[in-house]
């Protein structure tokens, strides 16, 4: 591991935490974009420990983390020239491929089809386990580190406060990216974005030499995918997503009413507490969404009140995370 791998995480760290893996066990595992809790991809026993510990449904399907040098042959049965140019530009990175399942790899981890999602994390901390975990040649299963369908961690604190402090997690600090991966669907030819992310389209489309518009396509008869159900991301607290005005107009009056409001803002409103200005970029929003919608989740407000962004593709993939967290929202 290069020693400037995280500032907590040691070499007998991450020894330890392979230890556990390769034993069947489950850990909290940083990466670039949120949290994983991993378990060995290949291991049916050690999957289904995830599905506990989360309560995800058995058809929702987990992405598979591998190692910069993975062999993709092992995974898939076939590999499709287009995701060889994709994981060469942007792996290690925020980018998980679904390709082809190789008959008998990882079944648990495909919730009963016949592909699999990969992502090579660029997070130090992922890439030195990876790496040391069966000699480099195995997978990590390792969704989001929460409950499913919750508010996503993007630090350990926020893994252990979901899942209680039994559970090993490699402290890597907070998620440079702060919300889940692209996922590309590369079962089809041309591929096509079946969750956006930080990565976006017209990246894709520059290394494919296709249009940017055909990437975004409608996805009938697509595969499962993590993170796509209507409801996901979600605080318990009821969250509507607003215009700036209409938070303007009507946030005296409740604050009046006695009501609680916590207020996700991209610019400056009343000096209040529960007002939270997020940064006016999308990837410094990015990386504190997560963490903003858990501290007003935690203070026992009546509504979460977010600023509706901007409707372009920049944007996207918040405006993606948002819709769905306002769809499952107030489901204590």
């Known amino acids: 591991m290069a020693a400037d791998s ?19 066990e489950l850990v909290g595992l940083p990466t670039e974009t949120v949290y994983g809790l991993a378990a060995d991809a290949e291991n049916p ?14 058809d929702h399907p987990v992405i598979v983390h591998v190692p910069r040098d993975t062999d993709l042959a092992h995974w898939a049965s076939t590999v499709p020239e287009t995701a060889r140019a994709l994981a060469a530009a942007f ?28 992502r090579c994390p660029a997070h130090p901390v992922a890439q030195a386990v990876l790496a040391q975990f069966r000699q480099g040649r195995g997978g990590l299963a390792a969704p ?43 079962t089809v030819q041309p591929p096509r974005i079946l969750r956006p992310g930080q990565l976006q389209a017209d990246a894709l489309a520059q290394v494919l030499g296709v ?16 993170g796509a159900l209507p409801a996901h991301y979600a605080p318990r607290t ?7 005005g209409q938070i303007d107009a009507d946030w005296p009056r409740q604050l009046a009413a006695g009501r609680r409001i916590g207020v996700l803002a991209r ?27 858990r501290e007003l989740d935690a203070a026992q407000l009546d509504q979460i009140w977010v600023e509706e962004l901007p409707d372009t593709p920049p944007w996207l993939a918040l405006r993606d995370r948002l819709r769905r967290a306002e769809h499952g929202s107030g489901q204590r």
Not at 99 to 113: D, T
Not at 238 to 244: D, F, H, M
Request: charged share 20%; net charge positive.
């Open 6 to 24: 995280s500032p907590t995480v040691t070499a007998a760290d991450i020894a330890a935490a392979v230890r556990r893996l390769e034993a069947g």
């Open 45 to 58: 026993q050690a999957v289904a420990k995830i599905y506990a510990a989360k309560g995800r449904p058995a």
């Open 91 to 118: 792996w290690p990175g925020p980018l998980t491929l679904i390709l082809p399942r190789r008959p008998g790899v990882a079944e648990a981890c495909a919730a009963g089809q016949d592909n699999i999602g990969l």
């Open 144 to 186: 989001s580190a929460n409950r499913f369908g919750r508010i996503s961690p993007t630090t350990a604190a926020h893994v252990h406060a979901e899942l209680g402090d039994d559970l090993l997690v490699l402290d890597g600090g907070a998620c440079s990216v702060g919300i889940e991966s692209t996922i590309v669907d590369c």
């Open 211 to 226: 249009p940017a518009a055909t990437l975004m396509r409608p996805s009938e008869g697509a595969p499962r995918v993590a």
């Open 238 to 244: 009821p969250l509507l997503l607003r215009r700036r």
């Open 267 to 293: 610019s400056a409103g009343p000096a209040a507490a529960h007002w939270l200005i997020l940064p006016a970029t999308p990837d410094g929003y990015a990386r504190r969404l997560y963490a903003a919608l």
